[in-house]
């Protein structure tokens, strides 16, 4: 049976599998350490990753749902598949992969280069204490909030500009009728924030 109940508060734990995987070069602000676990990479006991080249994975197309089922009666309570995207054409091989892993319960997690792929391990360990947390939190807003975030996402509103804006207007249909001159009347707007909230109320999306 292997052993991969070994404490690891401090060191990430990698299978031996990924000793050559380059990734592990990429590694600036955590260590490691080798142990025969099922996964790829452990973060702690209840945090394992599994790591996907799509690049491989296009030439063995069975290789990660083999290595899924094979991890399943291990039943480590968050797996993540960490797909390393490194192919040009990557659409229709992510929504079959998405499939698969939704099916077994799984979610997958998206890098772009080895680098990105070592940070995200990175990431997940170095907040691995609140990282479940993190990444499956439903983060609940209340409408101010929501209607906040809204209009802060448009181009020069910052989020005090956003609060400012909602605390003065209290309705989000009085906010998307302003005239310039309304806008004009709140503190820190001036004629760049006017035309850029104007624009997002006022023109069309095409």
Not at 124 to 134: A, D, P, Q, V, W
Request: glycine letters at 2%.
């Amino acid at each position: 049976m292997p052993n991969f109940n070994i404490r690891n508060d401090d060191h990430l734990i990698i299978s031996p599998r990924q000793r050559r995987n380059p990734l592990v070069k990429c590694f600036r602000n955590i260590t490691f350490v080798e142990s025969d676990i099922p996964a790829d990479f452990m973060i702690s006991p209840e945090i394992s990753v599994l790591f996907l080249s799509l690049k491989y994975h296009r030439l063995h197309s069975n290789y990660i749902i083999e290595r899924i089922k094979s991890i399943r009666q291990h039943k480590i309570p968050n797996l993540f598949i960490l797909c390393q995207v490194d192919i040009a054409e990557f659409a229709n091989i992510l929504n079959q992969l998405t499939v698969h892993t939704f099916t077994y319960g799984y979610k997958i997690l998206l890098s772009w280069n080895c680098h990105e792929s070592a940070a995200v391990i990175e990431i997940l360990k170095l907040n691995y204490y609140k990282g479940i947390e993190i990444l499956n939190k439903k983060e609940t807003k209340t409408h101010f909030e929501t209607v906040c975030d809204m209009i802060s996402s448009v181009r020069s509103i910052n989020s005090s500009d956003a609060s400012l804006i909602c605390r003065k207007f209290k309705t989000l249909k009085e906010i998307v009728h302003l005239g310039e001159d309304e806008i004009y009347s709140i503190p820190g707007c001036g004629e760049k924030k006017v035309k850029a909230l104007t624009a997002a109320f006022k023109n069309s999306f095409y």
